[in-house]
């Protein structure tokens, strides 16, 4: 089975100051997602990598894929209180829709 | 619309009940999904449908029964729970990959909060 793991699992930041959240996986899978799920709610789709050295960027968020490394990161500049909120990272099995979630990471951005 | 719905939102039962979740989307998603998440835990797959076709089965006990009636709607049909299978049942869809390298952006529902007693 494909593990996919994050760290760090519980983040606490200052509002305005940058962070990343790291997420490893074990299979040679080329494309990773995020989401967010803030508490008590469904998941929030955020970002679709789909190639090695892909970037994608969202407002104070940033996602990127090294498939060489089976490392994808969430980069979060100067954060706000609106991003405090579970983040998870997901890579498909061979057969594209079969995923796996990692262990998340659950974020709170303090003022 | 990219809205997918679920009912009920909560639901209790008791161990000798049978219930059914209910799932819809008018996206045109030709995928869909059951997951199951504990709390503070991630989603855990249970179910996929691809082409109203059972494609994933991951293992599940046979007291939860998936059925895909249509292209818009998947049950997930509970009978004999046990305590443990309280959790948040969440049912996602997204278009089918058109190969196993291709990305797919799940959409996923509200959830039903389920508690077994």
């Known amino acids: 089975e494909l593990k996919v793991e994050q760290n760090p699992l519980f983040l606490s930041m200052q509002e305005g100051k940058n962070y990343t959240i790291y997420c490893n996986y074990s299979?040679?899978?080329?494309?990773l997602y995020w989401y967010r799920q803030d508490p008590g709610k469904s998941l929030e789709s955020l970002f679709v990598l789909l190639s090695n050295g892909a970037v994608k960027q969202e407002g104070r968020l940033m996602a990127s894929l090294d498939t060489k490394a089976r490392l994808s990161t969430l980069h979060i500049t100067a954060a706000v209180h609106d991003l405090s909120a579970t983040y998870f990272c997901?890579?498909?099995?061979?057969?594209?829709?079969?995923?796996?979630f990692g262990t998340g990471t659950s974020l709170t951005v303090i003022p | 619309d990219t809205e997918v719905t679920q009912t009920p939102k909560h639901l209790v039962m008791g161990m000798t009940n049978k219930k059914s979740l209910k799932c819809e989307q008018h996206m045109g998603h030709r995928a869909m999904y059951w997951y199951k998440q504990k709390a503070k835990k991630p989603p855990e797959l249970m179910f996929v449908y691809s082409y109203e076709k059972l494609s994933i089965n991951e293992s599940v006990p046979s007291r939860f029964s998936p059925e895909c009636p249509n292209s818009s709607l998947l049950n997930l049909h509970l009978h004999a729970l046990q305590p443990e299978d309280s959790a948040l049942y969440l049912c996602?869809?997204?278009?089918?990959?058109?190969?196993?390298?291709?990305?797919?952006?799940?959409?996923f529902g509200p959830g039903t909060r389920l508690t077994v007693t």
């Open positions: 299979t040679t899978s080329d494309r």
């Open positions: 997901a890579a498909p099995a061979n057969t594209g829709n079969q995923f796996y």
């Open positions: 996602a869809s997204s278009q089918v990959p058109h190969s196993n390298l291709a990305g797919v952006k799940q959409y």
